[in-house]
Each structure stands twice: as structure tokens, then as C-alpha cells.
């Protein structure tokens, strides 16, 4: 039998509280790279630092079958590593307290832990795309193929939004308490496009089923923020030589974490605030701030940087005019959109993500956060540019960053190399690019009104500016239009 970090000799201690006080009082669904740094973590803290029994019931709907087997194998246990510019800590994280997939233990088994009455908490990790909601109305999309498949067999679920409405559905059924649906992910008010998915899927089935979650059912908004890139054979091997034994389910990030949640549950909580969470009233300010300054400027060094030569977020970083432009970005274009509650310094937010974006430590690849662009221009770029219409201020840091997706979504790099793009939408692309080029091409991509709305491409400044920034970026190259701004 291999050894595994449940029963080898490891550079850094277990966790010393009896695991068997754990209850799976949280499911969480989508148990990523993202979610073991971030929400498991925090917990693992709270059961460091009190006698909390909150544990959670970690489950893989459709991706990742092999990591929920590993799991298993190791306990559930498994390693984060927090690296900073020049040293890296280890921390074996004892928060799961089981681990199913439907491929594995069958779709009963997740919606029986969902519907159980100790259940208090389903929390979410699913990225923009599952939530199934059209990105320009904000409800459910009654056409994405795992909606449909849900409606026709309700009972066995393919969306996390489909084992939700079931899991409620059961629970109403058997006189048990609802549960909160609070979600973790960079979408613009999480937990209002978390309600319209649970409702629109539960309204389709059952309107009385609905009218029993809208009254009975919280879905809090979450900020939620730490790097953590992919893990790659690399990151493993590092870990492992650190930590004595080879763990499958490691996972790499940055020492920075922040965590900002409303405080809005049904059937209780775990005190998150006495490990670093914040509980406010109002969460939207926090997400619009972080959604528009980090993934926003994460977004225009993403696609610029990609196309420019550079492999990771850090290596983008060590070009001055990158730096500068993503500075001004989040100072000049971003920052002026945001309402937000006195005694927040924007500036010295701007300054502590550059520095977070220049971890060498850290080999975020620009490739990976360039995936799904569609899902993710609106609320990062787009919706401040709206703003910048409205008031007739300046932009042309989104607008080039606008142009800088439009460039990659191409396919081709700068040196004629393929690009591999990710995105749902990445077949319109190609149709768009075999058929137009230049300023036609800019056109046919501003009709997917599924990103760009149809105010924008309505708009001739609007239009004017990001055709004219293509045009300048198709010419000049990555480099010399960032240093151009
Ligand atoms: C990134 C985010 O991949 C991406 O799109 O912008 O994952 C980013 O690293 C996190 O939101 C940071 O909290």
C-alpha cells in the first residue's frame, strides 16, 4: 500500500482536534482548487481555534471524479501551501468530513446528504458557467442543455442548480427545515443569480415547490478572494518535497485571503469571523470592488499579457508598462466606478493587488484565467464601461483590454502560433473568425448579445473606441499598445 498523508511521517503536524466531533452540517458543491484554499481553510481554522462541529460534506457533480477518490484514500485529508515571495507554508487541512460524486456513490448519496436535517449550509463553488442563468437577463436559461436534462429527469440532476431544487424538494417533503444556498464565486451578486437559477428551475417544476423556497430559503452574497492558480505536476512535486509524502489533493496559493459574506442564513452558520471572515449587512459594494479592481485587471493582463509573450500573471508583471497599465486600470477606470462604504482606501487596494499579482512564487498562467471570457468580460469590464458612457469619462484601459479578447479569442498568437481558447461560446468565435476580419470581424463579435448586451453594440462610441483599440493592437502588437496607454 502506498503512503499517503493519513499514515506518513509529514514535515508539519496533522490536525490535533478528534476528527469524530465533525458533522457534515455544510455540502459544498464543486470541490476545487479555489475551495480547498479558501472556504476548507477557514474552517480548518475555526476548528483549530474553537469547538466547532462544522464540517463539510465535499462533493464533485461532474468534474474531477479522481480527486473525490483520493480523498477518500487520504482521509480527507490534504495540503494547502501558502507561498509568499521568498517562503512557503505547509498546512494539512482537517475540514471534510466526507467526500461523494455521483459517478462514485450515486446521485442518492448527494442528494441524501443534501436532504438529511443536519444539513445546514449548501454552499457553492461552481464557476460563472454553472449557474445556468443567461449572463443579459440574469435568469435561468431554460435552453443550456443541463437545464434541459434536469426538467426531463428531476429526480436524477446533472446541475449543481438541479441537485439544489431536488435536495429542497425532498427536505420540504419530509418536514425538514430549508437550508441556505450561499455562493462562492466571482459573479456579481452571487446569491441573487443563485436564487433566480433555484427559482427558475423550481418554478418550472412545481409552483407551489417555488413559492416554499422563496419563503423558507436564504441565499447570502459572498466576496470571496485568494489566488490560487491550477496545481501542475510541478506544485505537487515541490509540496511533496516539502512535506515528505506525495499528496494528489495539494494545493498551492498565495498567503493573502479575504472573505466578505453577508449575513443572511436560515438554519444557522459557523462563526467565520473569528478566523478572518467578515459578516456585513451588505456584500455588493465588496464583490463590485473586487470583481472590477482584481479580476477585471487580472482579465486585461490575462489577454494581453498571453498575447504579448508572457506565461504567467508574474512574468506580465515584470514589463513596467504592463504594471503601470494595470495600475491605472484599477485607479483611473475602475476604482471611479464603485460605491463604497467610507473608510475604504481604493488606492491602497490598488497597491496591495499589485503586489499579490507579482508573487513570483506564483505561476498563475495568463492562459488560465483568459478561459471563459464570455462569462466573465461582463461584470469585470463590460459594466464599468457602461458607467463610463453615462458619465462621459475615460476608458481606454477597458477599451484596449476589450480588444485585447477580441485578439485572442482569434485563435492565433502574435507569432502565428494556435491559441487554445476555452469557452463555452468558442464555436461562435470560429464562425465569426472564418467568415469577417478587422473592423467586420470587431462587429460580428459585438453582436453575441449573450456578452455585450445590445446597448453596447448600439452605442457608436462604444463601438468607435474598441474597433479603433483592435486595430492599433492587430498592427502594433500586445506590447507596444499596453505601452502606448
Ligand atoms: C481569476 C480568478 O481565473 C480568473 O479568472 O481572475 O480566479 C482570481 O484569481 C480569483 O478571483 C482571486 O480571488
Not at 491602497?348 to 495568463?366: D, G, K, V
Request: net charge negative; proline share 4%.
Amino acid at each position: 500500500m502506498t503512503t499517503t498523508i493519513a499514515d506518513g511521517d509529514l514535515t508539519v503536524a496533522r490536525p490535533q482536534w478528534d476528527r469524530a466531533r465533525l458533522k457534515s452540517r455544510i455540502v459544498h458543491l464543486g470541490c476545487g482548487a479555489f475551495h480547498r484554499a479558501h472556504q476548507a481553510l477557514y474552517t480548518h481554522h475555526l476548528l483549530e481555534a474553537s469547538d466547532s462541529d462544522w464540517g463539510i460534506c465535499e462533493v464533485n457533480l461532474m468534474s474531477d471524479q479522481a480527486l473525490i477518490e483520493n480523498l477518500k484514500r487520504q482521509q480527507l485529508l490534504y495540503t494547502v501551501a501558502e507561498k509568499g515571495a521568498d517562503n512557503t507554508r505547509l498546512k494539512i487541512i482537517g475540514s471534510m468530513s466526507e467526500a461523494l460524486h455521483p459517478e462514485i456513490d450515486g446521485c442518492d448519496a448527494v442528494l441524501n446528504a443534501m436532504a438529511r436535517s443536519q444539513t445546514a449550509i449548501v454552499s457553492l463553488t461552481v464557476t460563472e458557467k454553472g449557474y445556468c442563468t443567461e449572463a443579459a437577463s440574469g435568469e435561468l436559461d431554460r435552453h443550456n442543455p443541463l437545464i434541459v436534462h434536469d426538467l426531463a429527469n428531476p429526480t436524477a440532476p446533472k446541475s449543481a442548480i438541479g441537485y439544489i431544487v431536488e435536495a429542497l424538494r425532498l427536505r420540504r417533503e419530509r418536514g425538514l427545515p430549508a437550508f441556505s444556498v450561499m455562493s462562492c464565486d466571482n459573479v456579481r451578486e452571487n446569491g441573487h443569480v443563485a436564487r433566480a437559477a433555484v427559482l427558475g428551475l423550481a418554478r418550472a417544476r412545481d409552483a407551489q415547490l417555488a413559492a416554499w423556497i422563496e419563503a423558507h430559503v436564504t441565499f447570502p452574497c459572498t466576496m470571496v478572494d485568494r489566488i490560487v492558480p491550477a496545481a501542475t505536476p510541478e506544485t505537487l512535486q515541490e509540496i511533496a518535497d516539502q512535506l515528505g509524502v506525495y499528496d494528489p489533493c495539494a494545493i498551492a496559493c498565495e498567503p493573502f485571503r479575504q472573505w466578505v459574506i453577508e449575513d443572511n442564513f436560515v438554519n444557522g452558520r459557523p462563526d467565520w469571523d473569528r478566523v478572518g471572515a467578515q459578516f456585513v449587512a451588505d456584500v455588493v459594494p465588496f464583490e463590485m470592488m473586487k470583481l472590477r479592481m482584481l479580476n477585471g485587471s487580472h482579465s486585461f493582463l490575462a489577454y494581453l499579457g498571453y498575447l504579448g509573450g508572457y506565461e504567467t500573471i508574474a512574468d506580465t508583471m515584470t514589463n513596467p508598462q504592463y504594471r503601470a497599465a494595470a495600475l491605472a486600470l484599477m485607479t483611473q477606470e475602475q476604482a471611479p466606478t464603485l460605491a463604497m462604504p467610507e473608510g475604504t482606501d481604493l488606492q491602497a487596494y490598488a497597491q496591495l493587488l499589485i503586489e499579490r499579482f507579482s508573487n513570483p512564487a506564483l505561476r498563475h498562467r495568463t492562459w488560465q484565467i483568459a478561459m471563459d471570457g464570455s462569462q466573465k468580460l461582463p461584470q469585470r469590464l463590460l459594466d464599468p464601461v457602461r458607467i463610463h458612457l453615462e458619465q462621459g469619462s475615460d476608458w481606454h484601459h477597458l477599451a484596449l483590454g476589450v480588444a485585447g479578447w477580441m485578439r485572442y479569442v482569434q485563435g492565433v498568437d502574435e507569432q502565428g502560433a494556435a491559441i487554445e481558447v476555452v469557452d463555452p461560446l468558442a464555436a461562435e468565435y470560429q464562425v465569426i473568425n472564418q467568415r469577417y476580419q478587422g473592423a467586420e470581424r470587431v462587429q460580428a463579435l459585438l453582436g453575441i448579445s449573450a456578452i455585450f448586451g445590445t446597448d453596447l453594440p448600439a452605442d457608436a462610441r462604444f463601438v468607435a473606441a474598441v474597433t479603433g483599440a483592435s486595430a492599433m493592437l492587430n498592427q502594433n502588437g500586445a506590447r507596444a499598445a499596453v505601452a502606448a496607454l
